[in-house]
C-alpha cells in the first residue's frame, strides 16, 4: 500500500480548461509539498503546506491541505502548455528517520494546445 | 542563493561496466544530501542519504553504493551496472520539510 496515492495518473487536456489533481493517504501529516517536474529535469518545489484547510495560490495553481491533514489537492486554472509536467506530492516520514521524505508517484498532465 | 550540479547529464554504459555519478552543492553548509532514481517518469525511489561527510543511509539493497567524501559532494557508484540500473538518477540536498534537485542525470545501461 502506498503512503501516499495520487490521482488520476494520466491526465490529458486542452489549453484553457481548468483540472484539479489529488493526493490522498490515510495517515496524518504535519505538512505536505507539491513538486512540478518538467521532463528530463529534477522535480522543482511549488509550494508547502502546513496548516489543515490552509488554501494557497500560485498564480494559476491553487493548492488546498485538507481539514484533517490527510490529503491535498491542486488546481489549475486555464491550463497553459507550459503546465505540461508531472506533478508530484511529498511527506517527511513520520516515523524513523525524520530526513527522508516520501513521493507520491505523480500525476502526468497533458496540456494540448 | 544555493545551486546543484550533476554530472554527466547522460550516460551510455554497457552491463558490468563501473559507474561513478556526481553531485555538487554550492551556496549552503552542511546540507543533507540525497539520492533518487525515477524510472519511466514517474516515483522518486530514494536510494541514499546523507546528513554528513561519511555518513551514508542506504534505503533499498543493490548494487550501488554511494560516499560523501566533502561536505558538498555526493558520489553515486557501481563496481558492476546491471540492467535494471537503467533510470533518471536525481540528486537532491535539502532539510526535513523540502528538497531541492539537481538537473538530473539519464542513465541506460545495454
Known amino acids: 500500500t502506498q503512503l501516499l496515492e495520487q490521482s488520476p495518473q494520466f491526465l490529458s487536456i486542452q489549453e484553457g480548461e481548468n483540472l484539479t489533481v489529488y493526493c490522498n493517504s490515510s495517515?496524518?501529516?504535519?505538512?505536505l509539498q507539491w513538486y512540478r517536474q518538467e521532463p528530463g529535469e529534477g522535480p522543482v518545489l511549488l509550494v508547502t503546506?502546513?496548516?489543515?484547510?490552509e488554501v494557497k495560490k500560485l498564480k494559476r495553481l491553487t493548492f488546498q491541505f485538507g481539514d484533517a491533514r490527510k490529503d491535498s489537492s491542486l488546481h489549475i486554472t486555464a491550463a497553459q502548455p507550459g503546465d505540461t509536467g508531472l506533478y508530484l506530492c511529498a511527506v517527511r516520514n513520520s516515523g524513523g528517520s525524520n530526513y527522508k521524505l516520501t513521493f507520491g508517484k505523480g500525476t502526468l498532465l497533458t496540456v494540448n494546445p | 542563493s544555493q545551486t546543484i550540479h550533476q554530472w554527466p547529464a547522460t550516460l551510455v554504459q554497457p552491463v558490468g561496466s563501473p559507474l561513478s555519478l556526481e553531485c555538487t552543492v554550492e551556496g549552503t553548509s552542511n546540507p543533507n544530501l540525497y539520492w533518487y532514481r525515477q524510472a519511466a517518469g514517474r516515483g522518486l525511489q530514494l536510494l541514499f542519504y546523507s546528513v554528513g561527510i561519511g555518513q551514508i543511509s542506504s534505503e533499498v539493497p543493490q548494487n550501488l553504493s554511494a560516499s560523501r567524501p566533502q561536505d558538498r559532494q555526493f558520489i553515486l557508484s557501481s563496481k558492476k551496472l546491471l540492467l535494471s540500473d537503467s533510470g533518471f538518477y536525481l540528486c537532491?540536498?535539502?532539510?526535513?520539510?523540502?528538497?531541492?534537485f539537481g538537473p538530473g542525470t539519464r542513465l541506460t545501461v545495454l
Open positions: 495517515s496524518v501529516f504535519s505538512s
Open positions: 537532491a540536498w535539502g532539510s526535513m520539510d523540502t528538497q531541492y
Open positions: 503546506v502546513v496548516t489543515g484547510g
